[in-house]
Nanobody, 126 residues
């Protein structure tokens, strides 16, 4: 089972960026997916989460209204559309998968996810 994240890069504040995470090794249509990030010198933090069916989504307050998590039509891909990026969004972004849905209060807990991608660097210049 592998998660491959891509799409990171160097952008300017206010720009947009779309991260992708492709799952392989099994069918991920029944997996809930999340995005986390780790900024230099900081703990890993929750960014966004999408239910297995793609209906319910949750976001960290810091990205709400700017970022959108979605699933691809093939259901084995999850995206993170990042709009109006800020320098404080600079981090390594990781996608994660879990075999079952989590209740809203638990989606921020990285230890509850089963699989992780390798991370993709996003750098936002001011």
């Amino acid at each position: 089972v592998q998660l491959q994240a891509s799409g990171g890069g160097l952008v300017q504040a206010g720009d947009s960026l779309r991260l992708s995470c492709v799952a392989s090794g099994r069918t991920f249509s029944n997996y809930a997916m999340g995005w986390f990030r780790r900024a230099p010198g900081k703990e890993r933090e929750f960014v966004a989460y999408i239910y297995t069916g793609g209906g319910s989504r949750y976001y960290a307050d810091s990205v709400k209204g700017r970022f959108t998590i979605s699933r691809g039509n093939a259901r084995d891909t999850v995206y993170l559309q990042m709009n109006s990026v800020k320098p404080e969004d600079t981090a390594v972004y990781y996608c994660a998968a879990r075999a079952n849905n989590l209740v809203m209060s638990a989606v921020r807990r990285p230890e509850l996810y089963d699989y992780w991608g390798q991370g993709t660097q996003v750098t936002v210049s001011s």
